[in-house]
């Protein structure tokens, strides 16, 4: 009987030790510079563009996240993101092209623990690498700087990511700034909820585009496997002429692997 009773008790402190896990991958995944090694796919649909507003888009990004151990102190964080994306109606001149978009490759090095007053942060470069097919996207080689600055205390997260490339390559000129203002909280559940905006701001034809997302996701174990799961809305504050206008949508799916 009293093995039975400790085996008991192992069993209904199972789900409980499970959901502190899942709720602290939660948070680190609130975080673009933590010590995880993740595979986010994710789903993006925006529209209204072109001259009529009739312009559809659609693409996943495929953002690897992969921490290097430098040594007892600091890591090297690679962030990738790859689109393949679909387009109706976007780029004059185009009814349809489906293809590779451009690559941003960053790499953050960043303290392995927050430093003073709990700040986590990352610096280091970032290239564009010119992966483009079926002129998606201006396919050039760019370079530039990136950085993340970031606090998380309790179940809040709220920190600030950008970027900034020029164009090395080609015929025409780029010069972006990528501005990442986010803010998460995560329940004891494993449920978060994250809000942000990915503005960019282009100085060669001086036009905004600021998007706010408003993503609701859960992180669970399938099979052995740490999965998060995510779904938003979009809203257009700003755009270019012919850019996306009005209500966007997202969903991610996201392949944890902890140490």
């Known amino acids: 009987m009293r093995y039975t009773a400790t085996f008991l008790a192992c069993l209904a402190a199972a789900p409980a030790a499970f959901a ?30 072109g ?16 921490p290097f151990s ?24 185009e009814d349809h092209q489906f293809g590779l978009g451009t690559t941003t ?3 953050f090095l960043s303290p392995k623990a927050p430093t003073a007053g709990g700040l986590v942060w990352g610096a280091g470069p970032a290239f564009l690498i010119p992966t483009a097919t079926d002129g998606i996207a201006d396919d050039e080689w760019g370079a ?20 900034h490339l020029w164009s090395v390559t080609g015929d025409d000129d780029i010069s972006s700034t990528f501005l990442q ?22 100085w060669v034809n001086e036009e905004w ?3 706010i997302n408003g993503i609701v996701s859960k992180t669970t174990m399938i099979g052995g496997q740490a999965v998060q799961f995510g779904v938003g809305a979009r809203y257009w504050l700003d755009s270019p002429d012919a850019g996306p206008d009005g209500w966007g949508a997202r969903a991610v799916v996201t392949f944890l692997f902890p140490e």
């Open 20 to 49: 502190q896990s899942a709720e602290d991958l939660a948070k680190q995944t609130a975080n673009p510079v933590a010590n995880l090694v993740s595979a986010p796919f994710q789903y993006n649909y925006n529209s209204g563009f």
């Open 51 to 66: 001259p009529d507003g009739d312009g559809k888009q659609s693409y996943v990004n495929f953002q690897p996240v992969i």
């Open 70 to 93: 430098l040594n007892g102190n600091w890591n090297l964080i690679s962030r990738t993101i790859l689109p393949l994306v679909w387009n109706d109606g976007v780029i004059p001149g």
């Open 105 to 107: 490759q960053s790499f």
């Open 144 to 163: 530039g700087i990136t950085g993340v600055a970031l606090m998380q205390t309790g179940p809040w997260t709220v920190g600030m990511l950008g970027n």
């Open 181 to 202: 203002p986010f803010l998460s909280y995560t329940t004891p559940a494993a449920v978060s909820f994250t809000l942000n905006s990915e503005s960019t701001y282009d």
């Open 209 to 211: 585009s600021v998007p």
